[in-house]
């Protein structure tokens, strides 16, 4: 089942643009490399995707349904989470804090969060996704005290803890220790063996290869290639993006 496609997205700021009739497809269950030299419309794409752009033309198509504009609260409660190049916590909360504000606000239940309706089911699955996350041993800590790869952990968490069926990863080993980078990997590929649906922005080429079955490369707003990890390596459109010729 196809669960996400973009249909000839195009983007423009002022007489720039920043995205040229994009087409992509995310199959369900599909593990998606997403890749490009700086400034190639990949981080626009997400914004685009997620609502916090506005498209200048096309559609976007998640599980067959046209969300094309919708606002990105609308989005996210449908099914679409997302991380981003910074990390999106709350500092002086807790770790467990942090995942149990990433549900309720996916519920968008106000008695819920008043009278903590469920929520003994929620700290359950908090401390279910913390443990896989290696990072239960933390959940009473500050989220500003974490390292940042641990942050970066835990930002996951909470992108997964409502169990979004699309789930966009904007450079998710950036600025990360080799350590935890191997740890965020692992387990991104672990819920893939899962059946989780994923597409992740990544710069080390290494990672992605190795990572993703099949790989969109966008250039200038445009994409100038889609394949195997194989395939992209001989591609002479992606080698003369990345080294010039």
């Given amino acids: 089942m196809k669960v996400l496609e973009t249909r000839f997205l195009e983007k423009h700021f002022y007489q720039v643009a920043a995205l040229k009739g994009v087409d992509i497809c995310v199959e369900e269950g599909e593990l998606l490399g997403l890749i490009g030299p700086n400034g190639s419309g990949k981080t626009t794409l997400f914004d685009c995707i997620t609502g916090i752009l506005r498209p200048n033309g096309g559609k976007i198509l998640f599980k067959g ?4 504009n919708f606002k990105p609260h609308t989005i996210y409660r449908m099914g679409i989470g997302r991380t981003f190049q910074l990390v999106q916590l709350f500092p002086e909360m807790t770790v467990l804090d942090n995942m149990l504000l990433a549900i309720q606000e996916n519920q968008r239940n106000m008695m819920g969060r008043l009278f903590k309706i469920n929520e003994d089911e929620n700290i359950d699955k908090a401390n279910v996704l913390l443990k896989f996350l290696k990072i239960d041993h933390l959940r009473n800590d500050a989220a500003k005290t974490l390292s940042y790869g641990q942050q970066k952990l835990l ?17 998710p080993l950036a600025g990360v220790n080799r350590s935890l980078a191997m740890e965020i990997i692992d ?15 990544e710069h080390d080429m290494k990672v992605v290869m190795n990572l993703c079955k099949r790989i969109v490369v966008l250039d200038y707003g445009e994409k100038i290639a889609e394949g195997t990890s194989e395939e992209i390596q001989k591609n002479e459109d992606v080698l003369t993006a990345y080294f010039g010729g």
Avoid at 65 to 68: A, F, G, L, S, Y
Avoid at 160 to 171: R, S, T, V, Y
């Fill in 155 to 171: 930002d996951l968490g909470m992108v997964l803890i409502p169990d979004p069926d699309l789930i966009l990863l904007d450079e």
């Fill in 65 to 68: 349904k046209d969300i094309t």
């Fill in 187 to 201: 387990r991104v590929s672990q819920l893939n063996e899962q059946g989780r649906t994923f597409i992740v922005i």
